[in-house]
Each structure stands twice: as structure tokens, then as C-alpha cells.
């Protein structure tokens, strides 16, 4: 056969597979798309997993699409179902008695852990999850406050697909960095390294008007694959302070204890530089804050921080703010013995041979490690008006 005939033949046969797809290819509409996915232990037997998921109604969706975005004959846009099994993977597998329809998990937005679960340890769920060859990587990671399948119950605003809405509040995280934003390939990294602790999104129900919603709350914090404790929304952006993840969010300064008035402060830009040093066998960590913000709201409407003296003043008071942060995350931590921070791994980078050295004492370390923080925060623009509003 010659080089051409070869090519002609070889092209043919790739055209043929091409269009005619593969023998053994799936078709979408033949499996079972999962939305959401909620871990919790069973209910009636504590050593079962049980999973809670929400399988993708495109019935619902296209019939609701149809009717320019109504609700699509009343039927409900996602399926939601439950299986228990020994592991996760028997779970799913058990799914089969209830759907003949094989779950497919590349379209999953989220994985939520119950509260249970995760204090005994995830390291089973997270091995599935990274095992098998459908979930996206891309997944978020979160704790409930309580259990899985009351947030994959719940609704979301107007989200038809509730495990979407969620995927969507920890999309925009960034807007406060008072919430923490973890997918399973970060969790899993965290999981597995030798210097840091993992940590990622809490998520609870919560009651509002006779209706049950969802809100992310709190940081869950690891320690050996087990749920450690909870930082709150301070501790929280002290943590992104210190991991130069805060984007944007509101610095409220409380300027008057006695009426309670406060100047908002709009986080611009931010960044931050871990320095470990070793001196005398003793190990010290510096946190370096670099801030950037814009007065939002003033309601001391009598104040003027127009002035040289009232942006240094705002800018003092703004640094109080953030060293108070981060210190909170920090002695929550060290309560913990969680190095969320990635300090060991800053020593690591800087002093390998030394880290060797310290890396099995390091949790007798870490609970009395010294931290000096400096901030340098910055107001760069007050508005569009130059003067405080004043009644005439």
C-alpha cells in the first residue's frame, strides 16, 4: 500500500468514527445529570453514607423555557433523591434501584459535607470524588452547618437548580472576602500537603418569612481529615488577609461608640507577603498588608476627612481594623493547632534543609509561633463629593 493510498484509508476510517461516534458512547439524554451532591451519615445506621442529589429535570427547564422562564407545567426542575451504602461509591451505586438512569457527575457544581460526616473524616469522599474520571475539579467544597440533605432541600432566590444558586454564592465571594471559596482540586491539594491544614465554605439553612433559605456561613477548619472547628466572618478575612485572597469587600470603621456612627470603607485592591525568619533556633513569621480602599459611606456628617489629618486619621483606624482580623484568624488557629496559613510551607520554601529538621515538631510549633504583623492601608479616593453633607 502506497504512502497515499495509506493516508486515504487512514482519514476514511477517522471520518467513520467521527461521524458515527463511538461504539459505546453514551447518549446525554440516556444518563442521569447530578446538580448537587449532599453527604450525611444514614440516619438509621451511622456506619452507611448517605447521598442526597439533585438530578436535572430538562424536561422541567425546557418546558419552562418555553413559557418564557414559568415554572414548566409545575413540575419541578430537579429530581432529588437519595441512596445510602458502606462508602460513597456503593451509594452511588445504589442509585441504580431507584433511576435507570446511569448519574452522570461532570455537570456537578457542588459537593456538601454534613456536619457529622465531617467531623469523623472525609478522606473516603474525597478519594471517590478524585478517583473517579466524571466529577470537574472545579467543584466547590463545603461544610453544612447541620445536614446535607436539609441544604440540597432547600431553595435559593430564583434559581430553579438549587446546586447551582450555591455555586453562584461562592462565586462571588470575593464581593465581601468574608467567605472562603474552595474547589475539590484545593481541597484535596490541602488535604494532602505535609504544611497546611485544609479549610473551605460553610453553608447553612436559615428561616426567613415562614421560608426555608441559604446563606454560606463561617470557614470550616480541618485537621487530619476531620472537621476541627469554625473560624467566623472576622477570622474568616483575617485568613484571606493573610493568603492575599480579600479582592474587594467593606471595611466599617466605628467612629462613635456613643451613637454608633461609622464611615464604610471600600477595599480597592490588597495584597500581602509572608516572611519567615529563623534566628537562634527560634522561628518568627511576618505578615506584610498592603491596602488600598475608597470611602463608600460617611454618616459623620459633621466630620471632615477631606483634610490631610482626617485620611491619616481613616487610614489609622483602618489598620486597626485588619491587624484585628488577621489576629483573630490567628489565635483561632493556634487554638485549633490548624496551620490554615501556610506558614510551614513558608519556612519549607525559605529554609529546607532547617524545615527538615522541625517538620515533626512542627504542631508543638505552630500553637506558640510569634506572628509581627504590619499593615499599610491607604485611602485613595473620597467620592464624587468633597465635603461631608450638611443641612444648610
Known amino acids: 500500500m502506497s ?75 430537579v429530581w432529588l433523591v437519595t441512596a445510602a451504602g458502606s462508602c460513597v461509591f456503593d451509594a452511588v ?51 453544612a452547618r447541620g445536614k446535607a440533605s436539609e441544604i440540597m432541600e432547600a431553595k435559593i432566590g430564583l434559581e430553579k437548580i438549587p446546586a447551582y444558586g450555591i455555586s453562584d ?4 465571594t470575593t464581593a465581601t472576602s468574608q467567605a472562603t471559596a474552595v474547589n475539590l482540586k ?6 494532602l500537603s ?6 473551605t465554605t460553610g453553608i447553612e439553612v436559615f428561616e426567613k418569612e415562614g421560608e426555608k433559605r441559604l446563606r454560606l456561613t463561617d470557614t470550616a477548619v480541618f485537621k487530619n481529615f476531620r ?31 456613643k451613637d454608633g456612627k461609622h464611615v464604610s470603607i471600600e477595599i480597592i485592591r490588597a495584597s500581602s507577603r509572608v516572611t519567615p525568619e529563623i534566628k537562634d533556633g527560634d522561628i518568627t513569621i511576618t505578615v506584610d498588608i498592603s ?24 487610614e489609622k483606624k483602618k489598620t486597626e481594623v485588619i491587624k484585628r482580623e488577621i489576629k483573630a484568624a490567628i489565635k483561632k488557629a493556634q487554638e485549633f493547632n490548624t496551620d490554615i496559613f501556610g506558614f ?5 520554601r525559605k529554609f529546607p534543609m532547617e524545615w527538615k529538621k522541625i517538620e515533626e515538631e512542627w504542631e508543638k510549633i505552630f500553637p506558640t509561633l510569634k506572628v509581627t504583623i504590619k499593615v499599610t492601608a491607604k485611602i485613595r479616593r473620597t467620592g464624587l463629593i468633597s465635603e461631608p453633607i450638611k443641612p444648610e
Not at 30 to 42: F, M, P, T, W
Open 344 to 348: 510551614g510551607e513558608a519556612v519549607y
Open 93 to 143: 451505586r445504589n442509585f441504580t434501584f431507584q433511576s435507570p438512569r446511569k448519574l452522570f457527575w461532570a455537570h456537578s457544581k457542588v459537593i456538601v459535607i454534613g456536619e457529622e460526616v465531617a467531623k469523623k473524616g472525609v478522606e473516603k469522599i474525597i478519594d471517590f470524588f478524585m478517583r473517579d474520571h466524571e466529577p470537574y475539579f472545579r467543584t466547590w467544597v463545603l461544610v
Open 227 to 257: 472537621l476541627k472547628g469554625w473560624l467566623n466572618k472576622e477570622e474568616t478575612r483575617g485568613l484571606l488577609w493573610i493568603l492575599g485572597k480579600v479582592k474587594s469587600g467593606i471595611i466599617d470603621l466605628k467612629w462613635s461608640a
Open 194 to 199: 505535609k504544611t497546611t491544614s485544609p479549610f
Open 291 to 314: 491596602e488600598e480602599g475608597n470611602i463608600g459611606e460617611d454618616e459623620m456628617l459633621f466630620a471632615d476627612f477631606i483634610t490631610p489629618a482626617g485620611i491619616k486619621s481613616l
Open 3 to 77: 504512502k497515499r493510498t495509506f493516508l486515504i484509508v487512514g482519514a476514511a476510517v477517522l471520518l467513520f468514527f467521527v461521524g458515527a461516534g463511538c461504539w459505546n458512547r453514551v447518549e446525554i439524554e440516556d444518563k442521569a445529570i447530578v446538580a448537587g451532591v449532599g453527604i450525611d451519615s444514614d440516619k438509621e445506621n451511622k456506619e452507611l453514607v448517605k447521598l442526597t442529589v439533585q438530578i436535572v429535570n430538562p424536561a422541567a427547564l425546557k418546558a419552562s423555557a418555553a413559557e418564557g422562564g414559568k415554572e414548566g407545567g409545575g413540575k419541578e426542575a
Open 186 to 191: 484545593e481541597f484535596t491539594g490541602m488535604i
Open 169 to 172: 454564592l461562592v462565586s462571588v
